[in-house]
């Protein structure tokens, strides 16, 4: 049988930069193949890192094509904004993740069983992007789980208890097998109407499993896989079985720092004074310039410090506010002087109240809604 492909997106985020410099240097024996979807909005320090990443790797990062794409001489995103007639995407209608990232990305694929690396670190509860097609399967290196929830879900499930106690002899003895079978035994349901509480139990279930020894944990996985059409299940062997690191926002700036790759300069925070208060602010993710997930902070950012793009940005929105990037507000509101001092003395104020929080990982304001651009939905 062929063996898949393991695959890696680049966003132009620190992220995934920092997970593909992560596993080339800790699992060179895996042949990685790198992608980028461009967008044709992207900030010029996003093409920088991809410039710099790949002389790092000492590899090409594919910039992939879209399928869609007529010679009109538009860049992606401009080529579906005509085609729908201005409608700008949403959170509620994501025609740019599913159009710009999501095909291209499909036929890169082509259909062939994959492995996709997704840089969700350890200190962010989230799932991150899994495919729908069942040839691609996606694993999470910088988590304590590098196994996504569907793989969890088919392990924990009530029917499969026998075949996953077989293999759970092979790892584990006595009183740490009947503590893993306990775990087992626990009830679970798969009813769709409880799915919230699904979740909680199946992320429960594989804690206490990873408690009793993370490598046995994944060996134990991965011989399951081997009763399933996964891609992995194609691997006679995996090296990131014995994987045990958890990697956190702190890790990943230093990863880019001491690789030489470097920190995109829009995470850098510049600070700002209003009404004798001092603040900071930055960008908290890569990806279109204009993304709607920005927060209203980032959207001064981009003003103050790129603003032809914020005026680039503008003309997208018409004159009726029909399509507008913020809910309820257009960018010429947003930039009006009364409404700048608002919004900054807002995140002032947001940051102050989650600094006295206590954390086990102290994050900043934006990283409440930091994601790698597109790779909110994506990877």
Known sequence: MKKPRHLLGISGGKDSAALAI???????????????CDTGKELDETYKLIDNLEIYLGKSIKKLDNPDMESTGDDPFDFYYKSFRGYLPSPQARWCTALMKLKPFEKFVNGEPSVSY??????????GYISREKNIQSIFPFRRNIWSQDVMRL??????????????QSYHKGNTLDRFVQVLNEPITFDKKFKAETEKVLKQKANKGLDLGIAEF??????????????????????????????????????L??????VPEY???????????????????????????????????????????FKKAM?????????????????????????????????INRTNKKETKSSPYLLDILEGTERDGCNTCFL
Do not use: M
């Open 22 to 36: 992560y596993l080339n240097d800790r699992y060179p024996s895996i042949d990685f193949e790198y992608y980028f």
């Open 118 to 127: 997704v840089g969700i670190r350890g200190d962010e509860d989230r799932e």
């Open 155 to 168: 392990f924990f499930d009530p029917e499969k208890q026998k075949i996953v106690q077989d293999f759970l």
């Open 218 to 255: 994944n060996r134990t996985v991965f011989d399951f896989l081997h009763t399933t059409d996964y891609s992995l299940s194609l691997e006679d062997n995996y090296d990131l079985l014995e994987n045990e690191d958890v990697l956190v926002r702190d890790d990943i700036f230093k990863i």
């Open 257 to 262: 720092r001491n690789s030489g790759v470097g």
């Open 267 to 309: 995470y850098e925070k510049i600070e700002f004074e209003v009404e004798g208060q001092k603040g900071e602010y930055a960008r908290s993710r890569s990806g279109c310039y204009f993304c709607f997930f920005q927060q209203k902070i980032e959207w001064i950012w981009l003003y103050e410090q790129h603003p032809e793009l």
């Open 315 to 347: 003309a997208y929105e018409d004159e009726d506010e029909l399509f507008t990037w913020i809910p309820n507000e257009t960018l010429k509101e947003i930039i009006e002087p009364k409404r700048i001092k608002e919004i900054k003395l807002s995140h």
